[in-house]
């Protein structure tokens, strides 16, 4: 199965600021998730990542909050943007094994914002 | 919206006994599958089961699938302290390369 790195694992940033969390996968892969997980809460996604294409957002995210870029099949990155406490939460990424198979999932990023 | 509705929502055992949690999805699926997360980490891959079958297996880990009820259940057997974790139902649209959407998840203590 595909291994995810991503990075940081945790950050605790100023209000206003920006943070970019990055996503490697060992293979190539096609599509990439971003996932927000609240305190306490289930798994949110919040956009799908294709390589050489704007990311499709879920209803409830946009582009202007948190930008994403797919330069490869092998790479993500998802900036949160101008941030506020409300964005504290953990962020993953995800990729899926093929169709009808599992998803792998990075160790996530778990983001306080101060 | 969220598709998977797990109850309970917390679930505290002795270390040996089993467990069960149960999940309820609301549309129709190709799949379903469970995933486990420690302590705010990534997610697991526990166990997928398709929309044609009934009952799977892996190792301690029961999966139950009852389309005509949109439901499923994860039974661990013989639990241990490490099985401790949230445990997520999630199901899989009928088309392929979709991302998961996910239940609230059952918070599992395993007390040795």
């Known amino acids: 199965s595909a291994v995810i790195s991503q990075k940081p694992s945790r950050d605790i940033c100023q209000r206003g600021t920006s943070l970019t969390i990055q996503c490697q996968v060992d293979s190539q892969v096609t599509m990439m998730f971003w996932y927000r997980q609240q305190p306490g809460q289930s798994l949110t996604l919040i956009a799908t990542a294709n390589q050489g294409s704007e990311a499709t957002y879920e209803s409830g995210f946009v582009i202007d909050k948190f930008p994403i870029s797919r330069p490869n099949l092998t790479f993500s990155t998802l900036t949160v943007s101008n941030m506020s406490p409300e964005d504290s939460s953990i962020y993953l990424c995800s990729v899926e094994e093929g169709i009808g198979y599992g998803y792998t999932f990075g160790s996530g990023t778990r983001l306080t914002v101060v | ?112």
């Open chain 2, 1 to 112: 919206s969220q598709q998977g509705e797990e109850d309970p929502q917390a679930l505290s055992i002795q270390e040996g006994e089993n467990a069960t949690m149960n999940c309820s999805y609301k549309t129709s699926i190709n799949n379903l599958q469970w995933y486990r997360q420690n302590s705010g980490r990534g997610l697991v891959h526990l166990i997928l089961i398709r929309s044609n079958e009934r009952e799977k297996h892996s190792g301690r880990l029961r999966v139950t699938l009852d389309t005509s009820k949109k439901s499923s259940s994860l039974l661990i057997t013989a639990s241990r302290a490490a099985d401790t974790a949230s445990y997520f139902c999630a199901t899989g649209r009928l088309s392929g390369n979709t991302p998961l959407v996910f239940g609230k998840g059952t918070r599992l203590s395993v007390i040795a």
